[in-house]
């Protein structure tokens, strides 16, 4: 048996805030990069956004070996007394901080533009490729070892879910009444000084979430060090072979491809479209209490219905909301914040699921495998997320060059009106057609229903308690 449960303290409350407190750090960093880091590089540094697009598509490449790599490293850690994942937290919350806050650099922006762009690839690379994917990896991987209990897992989903949405209001509410000014002929702008605080604030704040997790959260699960020689082909065929994973990836790289872009967005179309910095507060708000609530209330939903069922039904209602946005084209920044979070109930259901539902994958590779391998499949979902992330900044560059947005525009958005129209619908017609597809990806692709998520957790339970 490769893994057993220790005898400690019984799972609570105490995990379950530990945990959350763990992707309120992640968050604090990867939020702020997905929103603000093509704003800050396309209006305060001057660099094109299809070269910033390019720059964050390139990353996912080099993503591919890191992120496996880490989960690798993750499997064939040997266990301390803290665990096998937790150690991770604490030895990569400080690099993963600074990398972070090297990211705006805004004392470099009347360097020349080579200079800016090497600097721009060099830190994005080292916080997003190697640090992040550092204590990234084993915190999701940490999961399984915290509690074999499906329920437990589901639970953690949600406070995960819970911890990411803190540092979403953080970052999308507060953040914009600070970042962004008006100038003398009425443009919304972004100020540089104050995003390389807001990146300063955002890496101590990240360094402090992850020590409260690493001091409150338990590895029950004694996963043993993985001895096996590494086999690329082997891996291989165990990834291509589990539908479950190929189901979950296409998921959640189209859930990304919607949220992301929507977050990076919104700093274009409710500033600029809308004229409104509030707007983005006030949406961001909005729409993260509603995911708040969910997380309490979608556990018992998904025990009920399955929680591929509701993801799917949550990624058909986002298509549905962000196209009747687009149709209307409405100047009304009210009307577009009721349909915003309307909408954003489609990402809600799946995010606050899907942390749950890759332990799920994980689970059904060990009954038809024999073995677990919590960091190597963690990691290729989370490579699957930052392709997410990357098709969506590489999109919204490219869509945001072809409408016209650059330094020029910037300056004065207002004397653009053709420019900001175009805004808009890359605003809505690029999340509704990724949550269509993540819709249909988990209808069609992903098999773990209800049913099957039962039986698996039933086997695996079995062969634990010694029974053939």
Partial sequence: MSNTTNKVRPFGMRDKIGYMFGDFGNDFTFILSSTFLMKFYTDVMGVSAFIVGIMMMVARFVDAVTDVTMGQIADRSRPTAKGKFLPWIKRMCGPVALASFLMYAVWFKDMPMGFKIVWMFGTYLLWGSICYTGINIPYGSMASAISPEAKDRSELSSWRTIGATLASMFIGVVLPLIVYYTDASGNTLISGPKMAIAGAVCSICAIICYMICYNLTTERVKIEKKEEKFSFIELLKTLVTSRALIGIVLAALLLLLAQLTLSAMGQYVFPNYFGSATGV????????????????????????????????????????????????????????????????????????????????????????????????????????RKLGQAASSGLSGALLTLAGWNATVAKSPNSYPEVLDGVYNISCLVPAAGFLLMALALIFVYPLGKKKVDQNIATLKARREGKK
């Fill in 281 to 384: 507060s006030i949406s961001n708000f909005c729409a993260n209490i509603l995911v708040i609530v969910l997380a309490f209330i979608v556990p018992a939903l998904a025990s009920k219905f399955g929680k591929k069922e509701l993801s799917a039904f949550g990624g058909l209602l986002g298509a549905a909301v962000f196209f009747i946005a687009f149709v209307l084209h409405t100047d009304n920044l009210y009307v577009f914040i009721a349909l915003y979070t309307i909408g954003y109930m489609g990402i809600g259901f799946f995010n606050v699921n899907c942390w749950a539902m890759i332990t799920d994958v994980i689970d059904d590779a060990e009954v038809r495998e024999g073995e677990r391998s919590d960091g190597t499949f963690y990691s290729v979902y989370s490579f699957a």
